[in-house]
């Protein structure tokens, strides 16, 4: 009896360890600090992703816009592979304007939202148009961004802002964190398209990045 007691002793405890072990390998590191709507990234649901992504009204709104760039490992050379990203932005009249019926963070991000996933070559495309500023103009024109990495969670980077907003001030270019690097972009025409580049660098001023 008393060696059964133990046998079985032994065998809980082990799957215990076992346990526990197998957590820690499959525990995705938490990064970036809080990033509410963040769970949003996963709303692209069978969706087969790609490097290039269409937004709504990309053909009738405008300036359309194009939104591209290379996703690099740490290192800022490395391209990075199998990177997920996920874009919202207002519309033209400056709001997140949802579908009728919309749940969840679709009613709070709206319908202008896409998702891709990177290739071997870490570049990324979203066709869409420029966003409008906030009624209020309270804020710069911007295209948020958030960023999944395989065996890290969700966490957001700077948003695209426009060189040439004028709501893009010296104080408000002072307090970006450039996390992911500088979202500052460019504008210029490329055939026939408004066309900004935002190189993300993965773990750049993200707290916690290992």
């Known amino acids: 009896m008393y060696y059964s007691k133990n046998a079985l002793f032994i065998c809980v405890i082990s799957l215990f360890l076992c346990s526990s072990c197998q957590g820690q390998q499959t525990n995705t590191a938490i990064i970036g600090g809080p990033c509410q709507g963040c769970e949003a990234i996963f709303d692209y649901g069978t969706k087969n992703l790609t ?29 990075a592979a199998n990177i997920i990203l996920y874009i919202y932005h207002t519309d033209r009249k400056g709001l997140y304007t949802p579908k009728t019926n919309a749940k969840g963070w679709a009613k709070k991000h709206g319908y202008l939202r896409g998702w ?52 893009l001030t010296p104080k408000e270019r002072e307090s970006l964190e450039n996390r992911g690097g ?22 750049a001023n993200i707290p916690n990045y290992e």
Do not use: M
Request: charged share 25%; no cysteine.
């Open 116 to 167: 891709i996933k990177t290739n071997a070559t870490g570049s990324y495309t979203f066709y869409t148009f420029r966003p409008a500023a906030y009624p209020n103009r309270s804020e710069p024109e911007h295209i948020h961004i958030t960023v999944k990495e395989p065996l890290k969670n969700e966490y957001y980077i700077d948003s695209v802002v426009f060189d040439d907003d004028p709501l």
């Open 51 to 79: 490097a290039i992504d269409t937004l709504p009204d990309f053909a009738k709104a405008k300036p359309t816009l194009k939104l591209t760039g290379n996703v690099l490992q740490k290192d800022g050379t490395t391209p």
């Open 182 to 203: 500088s979202g500052i972009t460019q504008p210029v025409i490329e055939n026939g398209i408004l066309t900004v580049k935002r190189d993300i660098i993965l773990g």
